[in-house]
């Protein structure tokens, strides 16, 4: 079964540069969530798009944006990156039935 | 603050053993999940119980719901060396737009063969 796939698996950015981050949800799933996790943090939630429209935001900086398309793929996007967002970046996707269908994430380094 | 908190923050057994690990939460909810997370990769979904539900099972999977307590235990039966991995609560609150999830932080089970 297809599952959400998430591009670049691993990238590796300097300070003050722009960082862009592609999800493709599962076909059909009409929501998209991006999390970011930490070294030994949990899940924190950044901002969610329902039917291409945003319907969440947690904590997401200023420096972060987002967006869902006509498809259903969903780009984060990331400038005057900071060491602090160093991290995996998680998209999940869902149908409706409260299940998270998570990506394997992109690791994002800074320098 | 987080919505859900988890106890222990980390679990060592041998194998066949069980493991038990505990997550309270604090707002209302419609639901509570679990996932698993291998260590560097993405989360996968266990078990999802309603607040309407007391207790539910899956394979060697048993999770109970408090609501009057706020609070979730997940038990893992007869463990396997594969088992090892993070295992995250997740709730869903009633008052969260967009069914978004919140997660606690964690316990980290190594199991040992």
């Known amino acids: 079964a297809a599952g959400v796939i998430q591009s670049p698996r691993h990238l590796i950015k300097e300070k003050r540069e722009t960082a862009t981050l592609k999800c493709y949800p599962i076909p059909r799933h009409d929501t998209v969530y991006w999390y970011q996790q930490g070294p030994g943090q949990d899940p924190q939630f950044l901002i969610s798009f329902y039917e291409k429209m945003q319907s969440d935001k947690g904590s997401i900086p200023d420096r972060f944006s987002a967006q869902q398309f006509s498809d259903y793929h969903s780009e984060l996007n990331m400038s005057s990156l900071e060491l602090g967002d160093s991290a995996l970046y998680f998209c999940?996707?869902?149908?409706?039935?409260?299940?998270?269908?998570f990506g394997e994430g992109s690791r994002l380094t800074v320098l | 603050s987080q919505q859900g908190e988890e106890d222990p923050q980390a679990l060592s057994i041998q194998e066949g053993e069980n493991a038990t690990m505990n997550c309270s939460y604090k707002?209302?909810?419609?639901?509570l999940q679990w996932y698993r997370q291998n260590s560097g990769r993405g989360l996968v979904h266990l078990i999802l119980i309603r607040s309407n539900e007391r207790e539910k099972h899956s394979g060697r999977l048993r999770v109970t719901l408090d609501t009057s307590k706020k609070s979730s235990s997940l038990l893992i039966t007869a463990s396997r060396a594969a088992d090892t991995a993070s295992y995250f609560c997740a709730t869903d609150a009633t008052k969260a737009a967009g069914n978004k999830l919140t997660f606690g932080g964690g316990t980290r089970v190594l199991v040992k063969p």
């Open positions: 707002t209302s909810i419609n639901n």
């Open positions: 999940a996707s869902t149908s409706g039935t409260g299940e998270l269908f």
